[in-house]
């Protein structure tokens, strides 16, 4: 970040009266730029005991398999986010949908909100940013190629859950540290 | 947003091929700057069947009645943001916490993440953004002078599930409509 948005002028990084962490702060109409974590937010979309993935058709990770999820938009809610991710990525519609995860991923500044519920009857179809969707239950997943630890992770606590009631929401950290991923529950 | 971030020059608010939607897209270096939902997080501080709430010193809604909340920063969980934010504006610490609610507010373009934990020793004095910090049971809240509709939101959601598990998340929306907010749970 180096010119004003809102006016062109060059920045200065500083930390503002009152504030505890340095910003970017317009030398000339003096805005204060903050930067803040973005959400992630998608769907496992469930089907006959199996879950969909789709195969990314893009970078980063192009060929690996992911829940269908991206960027959190302004204006939407995070659920509509996540559907509209879902019908974006494999054409999938969803019902019943609860909260089933929230990760923060401080290392890279992103916060993963990942809804379970039903794939209407079954259907799904490659977006355009994906190669294949396809149903998978646990042991057929594609558990060596797996586009982000973030995914695996929450693969893992579904199946571990998969009994359990559609209503409880997980939460926990993934932390780097030196060089391997902690995953925190609380 | 007007100018470029990364190299000055002026902005286009265009499609980008392969895009829904409307960004803010450099002419010069074709940056495309995404603007997306920040969060909001924070902690419902517990002691002694009271919750803690701060009088806010600063504007918007100076002298009206919070939750310790603010927005998350890059680069930390929003569990150590509401800690964080728990302790600078209530000089509070918080023990056992557990992930309350989460909601969303499109109209603004926030979410909200507050957890629930035990205020140690029931200690709590005001931080620079306070005027007072005080311990309240449900009889006792000041419900009309509550600065945040999210907040008044919580603050229902919370006495009404007070004798549940401390682990059960709620998540919703709170939409604007037609000038009146509606609460919507999943």
Redesign the interface.
Known sequence: ????????AT?NLTIPD?D??PR?VCIQCETI???????ITGTIPEWDNKILLCQRAIEPRHGLWTLPAG??????????GAIRESQ?EANAQISN???FC?F?I??I?Q?Y?LYRGTLINGYASPG?ESLKVELFDENSIPWDSIAFPVITEALKLYFKNTGSSGS??H?G?I?RHEGKLIINY?
């Open positions: 970040m180096n010119f004003c948005s809102q006016c062109g920045l009152g505890t962490l970017h730029h903050y930067q803040n974590p973005k959400i960027f959190m938009e302004n204006n939407e809610t995070s659920l509509q974006e949908p609860s909260l929230v923060s401080p290392h500044s916060v909100m355009n409880i929401t939460s950290d932390i609380y």
